[in-house]
């Protein structure tokens, strides 16, 4: 009874926001070209910003976080799609950053996912950005509060038309989870929002796998799990940096831990806005644990959650066992508070 009532006001309030917030303009109260700081963990009041991204970051990923919503807006099928008319189109203008190089987008009409690859040259970044609930259907994957295994427990739900190389993939992908602990949950909806499609993860991952080393999306066959990517690798690999909104931020976070456990020797960045709870205490314990703190001369997973105000979906699902990982960011905590609008991108 506890989950039905959990599940039917989450709906609600994802309903409410979902009515308002990708039509809100993009705002972030963070000034240009500055870092953000954090104190030393030694109390000495030495300050440092090892960390934490560099505001013209976090202005990028918000302006991409509010952009990916605007393509299925414009029925965009692709990068391909985008032209000086879409740039300026009155009702749904598309704004991406001048320095970004657009390779990759998809809309899985049957899960409702959207997700959004750009690259920049100047900033050496590749952003992976999930749109937010904007229909039904990701609409019922925020109200699916049942806990699962975190990952592709199950890559494909019809095996019986893979052929043995199709089958050997997705092993493969699947095996990259093996070492993650096994009492760790996450909520169901979220993570099927990001592996549930195994041919779309699948492509994913590879066009991730080329735009880091230099390539483009256009082809997305190579084997990222046998590195036999075709392209010549760069001396340095372009950073990943995953964001979103909403169900788009949680999306983020599971996509960033599963890039860290690809890629164990790399920095991973997430950089998400009014995210939701995602796991149980196992969950945060496992993530938290890859944090740069705790990560000694390897590659680290770092995530960082910005909230606006009171907004409710960061505060929800409001389960006693979900917790939140990663560092919290709270912005604008004065003037005028207007619950719905405090959650709009």
């Known amino acids: 009874m506890i989950r039905l009532i959990d599940t039917v006001v989450f709906l609600l309030v ?12 993009t705002t972030v109260n963070i000034k240009r070209d500055r870092e953000l700081w954090v104190k030393n963990s030694d109390n000495n009041n030495t300050m440092h910003d090892q960390y934490f991204p560099n505001s013209q970051l976090v202005l990028d990923m918000a302006t991409i976080s509010h952009a990916v919503y605007r393509f299925k807006w414009n029925k965009f099928t692709s990068c391909h799609d985008i032209n000086s008319e879409s740039l300026h189109n009155e009702t749904y203008p598309i704004r991406l950053p001048n320095h970004t190089e657009c390779l990759y987008y998809t809309h899985d009409e049957s899960l409702g996912t959207q997700v959004l690859v750009l690259r ?21 994957a925020d109200g699916d509060i049942l806990m699962s295994e975190f990952g592709p427990s199950t890559l494909n739900n019809s095996t019986t038309n893979m ?14 989870f ?36 230099g390539g483009d999306c256009e082809n997305t066959s190579p084997d990222i799990i046998n590195n036999s990517i075709e392209s010549e690798k760069l001396s340095t690999p372009y950073e990943l940096i995953t964001t979103g909104h909403s169900l788009g931020a949680a999306s ?5 831990a599963a890039l860290y456990l690809l890629y164990p020797t790399e920095t991973i960045r997430t950089i998400n806005y009014g995210c939701p709870k995602i796991g149980n205490a196992e969950w945060g314990s496992y993530i938290d644990s890859r944090q740069p703190n705790q990560q000694k001369g390897s ?20 389960l006693p066992l979900l917790v939140h990982v990663g ?5 604008s ?4 508070i207007r619950v719905s609008v405090s959650h709009a991108l």
């Not at 602990?181 to 195994?198: E, K, L, Q, Y």
């Not at 560092?327 to 912005?331: A, E, I, N, Y």
């Open 14 to 25: 994802v309903l409410t926001v979902y009515a308002i917030s990708p039509h809100q303009s």
């Open 120 to 140: 920049s040259s100047l900033y050496n970044y590749v952003s992976v950005a999930y749109a937010g609930t904007d229909d039904w259907k990701t609409a019922l």
């Open 163 to 176: 052929t043995a190389e199709m089958k050997q993939k997705e092993d493969g992908i699947r095996s990259l």
């Open 178 to 213: 093996t070492n993650v602990p096994t009492d760790v949950r996450v909520h169901r909806g979220f993570n099927n929002n990001v592996f549930a499609n195994s041919s779309e993860f699948v492509k994913l991952l590879n066009c991730i796998e080329s735009a880091r080393l």
């Open 252 to 256: 983020s976070v599971l996509l960033g």
């Open 299 to 318: 590659g680290s997973l770092e995530i960082f959650r910005f909230v606006n105000k009171i907004d409710l979906v960061p505060r929800l699902p409001e």
């Open 327 to 331: 560092h919290t960011l709270q912005m």
């Open 333 to 336: 905590v004065g003037g005028v």
